[in-house]
T-cell receptor
Framework: SQQGEEDPQALSIQEGENATMNCSYK?????LQWYRQNSGRGLVHLILIRSNEREKHSGRLRVTLDTSKKSSSLLITASRAADTASYFCATYTGRRALTFGSGTRLQVQP | DVKVTQSSRYLVKRTGEKVFLECVQDMDHENMFWYRQDPGLGLRLIYFSYDVKMKEKGDIPEGYSVSREKKERFSLILESASTNQTSMYLC?????????????FGPGTRLLVL
């Protein structure tokens, strides 16, 4: 089973609205990362949050981490059509390598 | 900027063929990874390498092998391609600060096995 699971699986919003995606995981982590994938392309790293951090910002992105609930959220503010993509969370437990979830497909309508 | 390149964007092969997928990174990264991506399953780790000539199995290594003869190049080999290996293959690399650091991805190779 996946270490990280995103919710919702798909999200459709209007340009200018905020988009929130959630990630839940099962075991303790060293860090959690969010990646974006445009259709048919490779993944691009967005943000990394370590287990001792609670919130991190990068431009229009805000990531929170709640280790007690084993969950994270990615907020994209003032969304644009160019934000249309799939978003993946990835967790690192200190063993082997990152484990990716199955992703949230975000559609931003112009 | 880190650049990770993959030898082909699209590939069509026949069942039983030996298939080579090549990945090259230009940032002197120690770690390199091969994933496959299928709808609804996310990315699944096939193999990774943390040094030249070193390799470790990921979650789904069956039917695959890898080669890392030079630091910048990591090859994925399908010894005898099967239709269930039709997928998107993604290569990634990262520094040696820890295997959990940021990964840089190539554009992917979409493989169709007929």
């Amino acid at each position: 089973s996946q270490q990280g699971e995103e919710d919702p699986q798909a999200l459709s919003i209007q340009e200018g609205e905020n988009a929130t995606m959630n990630c839940s995981y099962k075991t303790s982590i060293n860090n959690l990362q969010w990646y974006r994938q445009n259709s048919g392309r490779g993944l691009v790293h967005l943000i990394l949050i370590r287990s001792n951090e609670r919130e991190k910002h990068s431009g229009r992105l805000r990531v929170t981490l709640d280790t007690s609930k084993k969950s994270s959220s990615l907020l994209i503010t003032a969304s644009r059509a160019a934000d249309t993509a799939s978003y993946f969370c990835a967790t690192y437990t200190g063993r082997r390598a990152l484990t990716f979830g199955s992703g949230t497909r975000l559609q931003v309508q112009p | 900027d880190v650049k990770v390149t993959q030898s082909s964007r699209y590939l069509v092969k026949r069942t039983g063929e030996k298939v080579f997928l090549e990945c090259v990174q230009d940032m002197d990264h120690e770690n390199m990874f091969w994933y496959r991506q299928d709808p609804g399953l996310g990315l699944r780790l096939i193999y990774f390498s943390y040094d030249v000539k070193m390799k470790e199995k990921g979650d789904i290594p069956e039917g695959y092998s890898v080669s890392r003869e030079k630091k910048e190049r990591f090859s994925l080999i399908l010894e005898s391609a099967s239709t269930n290996q039709t997928s998107m293959y993604l290569c990634a690399s990262s520094t040696d600060r820890g295997r959990g650091e940021t990964q840089y991805f190539g554009p992917g190779t979409r493989l169709l096995v007929l």
